[in-house]
């Protein structure tokens, strides 16, 4: 029933499930975009290049409601479809921009990723078709966004190189939903250069900017 | 594909599948899927002592309509409460109430909003003083059992086939009128029977509850027995509306009374403020997204500030002596519809001892809208 297909691909938009009035130039090239432009310009994207010690890094949104939410959603309520929405506009230049690199995903307590069904990280930055090493892995389940500043930056000693795993002479896109202090980036950054990376970056989905994460850090108790 | 098209979601109903998703090759439901948190565990049905403690008395129009929402409930058919507003519909409600904890049912009370169900916390808390009552609503799900149960309708989740009887106020109001996952949950939740409670029920529940094993009482007239204030409308383009409103929060603030200015939307209602607030001190503004607004709220009641600047978040159960109300922008369709103007009105001369209030709709052109809202309460007011 030729119909009936057509009308189940109609594209729609993943997070206001209204359809799309115009199929977007990427479509050309096969590729869906799963976010209409109205609920994208709503999670307030904006570029930003930033650097953690010696470590180039780039956010792709600001960390406000809207982002909040649907990071929530995503993670918390385990809405796996909700997965390549993040880089549905970003991820052509992405692409380019990181060509050649090799991602490793920021790491999260197993039993975490177990009870959730799915490592979260992976499958949002999946669309930039790049490979992943899991080369850093985490022993303890330590929520840094419940720590103070002074505690966050002990990520380290909870943070353990994966042996039998090389990245030496490559490339490495360090990636991560959040970053705030930059206290986990900065650890995993330096264990992957002191294993021989050739390169290290980070990307990053939400940046808080600093004067509000030290705004938040005053609410918390010591 | 074709177990995509066969799922039904459990908790809600949904089959449409486009909210269907695949997490590791089984379809789950992404329409509810915001709702997930610990359910409330079941309480032993024992008989209660309930004792009733009210400065007031019920006048006899309140008191055979609360009498016949017993013997509705007795006999087990749903209640549709239909009363003006400041008609007194959360007293009729104590009635029924204390009846099903004596018989050791399970009591629940769902609102649409937030901040009228922390207001009927203190209310119900004080009515009842030998029973347990918990307010559940987003944040604040610490206990979720109790002899009384006073939540919003977006917790009703957590207490699936739970509840004997079921008090609904304001069902028209948003974000339960019209959303599908919401009704799905309150049938869920109800194991009994309901009571709704509305000033301005939509024609399809009067359709509902004019049907076997559904009654509708019907209160036309305000416990005091003063008229509803009729609303004056003011047309005027908008650059002279706020020189106007402005004479008014002046003569307002001479008579020592409060003000609420309903704005349309967040962004109006920041702009009014900032405007206003340059020409006449002492005032404040409250949104749904503004941080602290139960304290903003809770000042405003104890006369801290003269007016306050508000989006519709405050047009319903909130009760303030002497409050005088400037709706702005009246003529805006999307959002000021005849009943959500039925409601603002009704927020004057709710009390006793200051029946009277003025109620001023500002708008360019008059529309259905309103006429439809005067010509409500004039109607209502007939009855008297």
Same mark, same amino acid.
């Given at each position: 029933m030729p119909s009936k297909k057509l009308n189940s691909a109609t594209p729609f938009c993943k997070v206001c499930f209204?359809?799309?009035?115009?199929? +977007?130039w990427r479509s050309l090239f096969g590729e869906d975009v799963p976010l209409c432009e109205e609920c994208f310009r709503k999670m307030s994207p904006k570029m930003r290049f930033f650097k953690v010690d010696q470590f180039e890094g780039r956010s792709l949104y600001l960390y406000e409601e809207e982002i909040r939410t649907l990071l929530y959603q995503f993670k918390g309520c385990a809405d796996i479809e909700l997965?390549?929405?993040?880089?549905?506009?970003? *991820?052509?230049?992405? !692409?380019?921009?990181?060509?050649?690199?090799?991602?490793?995903?920021?790491?999260?307590?197993?039993?975490?990723?177990? *009870?959730?069904?799915?490592?979260?990280?992976?499958?949002?930055?999946?669309?930039?078709?790049?490979?992943?090493?899991?080369?850093?892995e985490k022993l303890d389940d330590v929520k840094q966004a419940d720590l103070h500043w002074r505690d966050r930056q002990k990520i380290g000693e909870h943070l353990h190189y994966v042996d039998g795993i090389s990245v030496q002479g490559k490339k490495i896109l360090f990636v991560d939903d959040l970053l705030t202090t930059g206290a986990t980036a900065k650890a995993c950054c330096s264990l992957l250069k002191a294993h021989g990376a050739k390169r290290v970056k980070i990307l990053v989905m939400g940046y808080t900017p600093k004067k509000r994460a030290q705004e938040e850090d005053r609410e918390k108790p010591v | 594909m074709g177990l995509e098209e066969r799922f039904i979601c459990p908790r809600c109903g949904n089959e449409d599948p486009k909210y269907i998703g695949m997490r590791n090759g089984r379809p789950?439901?992404?329409? =509810?899927?915001?709702?997930?948190?610990?359910?409330?565990?079941?309480?032993?049905?024992?008989?209660?002592t309930v004792e009733l403690n009210l400065h007031y008395s019920l006048s006899s129009e309140q008191k055979t309509l609360s009498k016949k929402i017993i013997a509705n409930y007795l006999a087990g058919v749903d209640t549709l409460v239909y *009363? @003006? /507003?400041?008609?007194?519909?959360?007293?009729?409600?104590?009635? %029924?109430?204390? #009846?099903?904890?004596?018989?050791?049912?399970?009591?629940?009370?769902?609102?649409?909003?937030?901040?009228? %169900?922390?207001?009927?916390?203190?209310?119900?808390?004080?009515?009842?003083?030998?029973?347990?009552?918990?307010?559940?609503?987003?944040?604040?799900?610490?206990?979720?059992? +109790?002899?009384?149960?006073?939540? &919003? &309708?977006?917790q009703l989740y957590r207490y699936p086939s739970y509840f004997d009887l079921l008090v609904m106020d304001e069902i028209d109001a948003f974000p339960f009128k019209g959303n599908e996952v919401l009704i799905s949950m309150y049938r869920a939740s109800l194991r009994g029977h309901c009571v709704m409670m509305s000033a301005t029920p939509s024609s399809e529940i009067l359709r509902e509850f004019h049907s076997p094993q559904h009654d509708v009482? #019907?209160? !036309?007239?305000? $416990?005091?027995?003063?008229?509803?204030?009729?609303?004056?409308?003011?047309?005027?383009?908008?650059?002279?509306?706020?020189?106007?409103?402005?004479?008014?929060?002046?003569?307002?603030?001479?008579?020592?009374?409060? /003000? $609420?200015? $309903? *704005?349309?939307?967040?962004?109006? =209602?920041?702009?009014?403020?900032?405007?206003?607030s340059l020409f006449a001190k002492g005032g404040n503004y409250v949104h749904s997204k503004r941080n602290g607004r139960e304290n903003i709220i809770a000042d405003f009641?104890? +006369?801290?500030?003269?007016?306050? @600047?508000?989006?519709? @978040?405050?047009?319903?159960?909130?009760?303030?002596?002497?409050?005088?109300?400037? @709706?702005t922008s009246a003529d805006d369709q999307k959002i000021y519809t005849s009943s959500t103007l039925i409601q603002i009105a009704g927020r004057a001369g709710r009390k006793m001892d200051a029946p009277d209030g003025e109620v001023i709709f500002l708008a360019e052109k008059p529309t259905e809208a309103i006429q439809n809202a005067i010509k409500e309460i004039e109607f209502c007011n007939t009855f008297l």
């Open positions: 209204k359809a799309f009035s115009a199929p +977007g997965a390549p929405i993040f880089l549905a506009y970003q *991820a052509p230049i992405l !692409r380019w921009a990181y060509r050649g690199y090799t991602l490793v995903p920021a790491p999260s307590f197993a039993a975490k990723n177990e *009870a959730r069904g799915f490592n979260h990280v992976e499958l949002m930055f999946a669309s930039l078709h790049l490979p992943f090493l899991h080369a850093i | 789950y439901c992404r329409k =509810c899927i915001s709702f997930i948190g610990t359910k409330a565990a079941r309480l032993p049905s024992n008989p209660k *009363a @003006v /507003c400041g008609a007194g519909k959360t007293e009729l409600s104590y009635g %029924v109430i204390s #009846e099903a904890l004596r018989l050791g049912h399970q009591v629940g009370f769902a609102l649409p909003r937030r901040d009228v %169900v922390i207001e009927l916390y203190w209310r119900i808390k004080e009515a009842f003083p030998q029973n347990k009552v918990v307010a559940v609503y987003g944040e604040h799900t610490y206990a979720l059992e +109790g002899d009384i149960i006073i939540l &919003t &309708t977006h009482v #019907e209160l !036309r007239t305000r $416990f005091h027995k003063h008229p509803i204030p009729v609303p004056f409308v003011i047309l005027k383009p908008k650059t002279l509306q706020i020189p106007f409103l402005l004479s008014k929060l002046r003569q307002y603030r001479l008579l020592n009374k409060p /003000c $609420f200015i $309903f *704005a349309p939307t967040i962004a109006s =209602c920041e702009e009014l403020y900032s405007l206003i009641k104890k +006369g801290e500030y003269r007016y306050l @600047v508000t989006t519709s @978040v405050l047009e319903r159960g909130v009760t303030i002596k002497a409050l005088q109300v400037i @709706v």
